[in-house]
């Protein structure tokens, strides 16, 4: 294992369990280290701080452990282990009405570069760095060996999330069991189908399950726009709810397509609408209002030199989005951009609200749900954040 040596003064944020070593607080390294590496690291006096993966850029290395001990199988065995013993203890993996949750949120549950999400008994891995995708097969592993009989298939789906020109002949496919690349799952009763092979991220939005829970308690005989519908998680929350009419826009033709399957799925087809246009757009040419809008973009900015064009479009999808609501409607809305904080956030959908020239209140503020946990060592974590106002 390669050793990296600190400049003086560096460790303080690894010492309090911030688990991103920056290239900037690096003196030296000795061996040999390429993309992906375990390397460990060290004081500038030689002390030991902790182990991780070594990627170039900013973030240098991302730090699995913080104890000097030999990252074996019993070593994934035991990150998965733990994980698992949160979301058990959260009820989610013995529910009969929910059968999808997120089971590794990397940070959070100490391996950063790694979720896995469950989708019944099939769990689908992503890795977002080199070092977590070489290890993929014990992870897999450990899946089995901690899950049993309630894991049938690992369904690898790294190819879009490893960083580009990383490693090369990169494919999504299953490292255990087998599969259709698709399944039905699940959540709070709600039927649906869910294509982790050709979706977005593993599949479907996980993230969203209070919320969208939320959103069931305002639409009974409402009118509901839900824009950025991806795979139609709100809209199907809203018509098993009793909503009156829902329409789900998004710009994706194949988001639209699995949108109105859910939407099938569930038997509320008469009272649904989809559109394959872009949000902004069917703001610009709709002439209709709405009881409850849901605004769920992805995430405007990824980076911090780009967050203020990402704001200014916040601003301007809020402002359209309260203008066409009515009297007394209520508007969900979020943000899912980590540079983007909460009271940034809420200070654009203020401005938002002034340029709209309506009065506001805002009755709850979101967040990402227990079973994308982040460690208070390490805030940047907290990416989902967002507002129920009434617009009055």
Not at 246 to 263: G, Q
């Amino acid at each position: 294992m390669s050793k990296i040596f600190l400049h003086k003064g560096k460790e303080q944020s690894i010492l309090r369990k911030h688990p991103w070593l920056f290239s900037g607080a690096i003196r030296k390294i000795e061996g040999d280290v390429a993309e992906g590496d375990l390397v460990s690291v060290y004081t500038a006096r030689g002390e030991w701080l902790g182990q991780g993966h070594y990627q170039p850029g900013s973030i240098a290395v991302r730090l699995i452990s913080f104890d000097e001990l030999e990252v074996t199988p019993q070593f994934w065995k035991d990150k998965i282990a733990a994980a698992f013993e949160l979301r058990r203890k959260l009820g989610l993996t013995d529910s009969a009405d929910t059968n999808t949750y997120r089971l590794v949120y990397a940070e959070g549950d100490g391996l950063p570069g790694l979720i896995i999400d469950m989708y019944d008994k099939t769990a689908v891995l992503q890795a977002h760095s080199v070092g977590m995708w070489r290890a993929r097969n014990e992870i897999a592993t450990a899946l089995k060996d901690v899950l049993g009989d309630k894991l049938e298939a690992v369904y690898d789906k790294s190819a879009e999330s490893l960083p580009p020109k990383a490693v090369t002949d990169v494919e999504n496919g299953y490292i255990l069991g087998e599969g259709t690349g698709r399944g039905e799952v699940l959540e709070n009763g709600n039927r649906f189908a869910i294509d982790w092979a050709g979706g977005q991220k593993t599949g479907f939005f996980i993230d969203q399950r209070r919320n969208r829970a939320l959103l069931a308690e305002f639409v009974k005989d409402k009118k509901i726009l839900n824009t950025f519908c991806y795979t139609g998680g709100f809209s199907v929350y809203a018509l098993n709810a009793g909503a009156g009419l829902v329409h789900s826009v998004d710009v994706s033709k194949k988001a639209i397509a699995l949108t109105d399957e859910n939407v099938a799925l569930n038997g509320n087809e008469s009272k649904h609408a989809s559109f394959a246009v872009d949000t902004f757009d069917f703001f610009r040419d709709q002439e209709e209002t709405y009881d409850v809008i849901v605004l769920d973009p992805p995430a405007f900015a990824k980076r911090m030199n780009v967050r203020h064009n990402a704001l200014m479009g916040y601003k301007r999808l809020n402002a359209e989005a309260i203008k066409r609501i009515a009297k007394g409607g209520i508007l969900f809305t979020f943000s899912c951009s980590q540079v983007v904080d909460k009271y940034l956030f809420n200070n654009t959908v203020m401005a938002a609200a002034i340029e709209a020239g309506r009065e506001v209140k805002v009755l709850h503020q979101l967040n990402q749900p227990a079973d994308h946990p982040f460690s208070i060592f390490h805030p940047e974590g907290e990416y989902l954040k967002g507002l129920v106002l009434y617009v009055d």
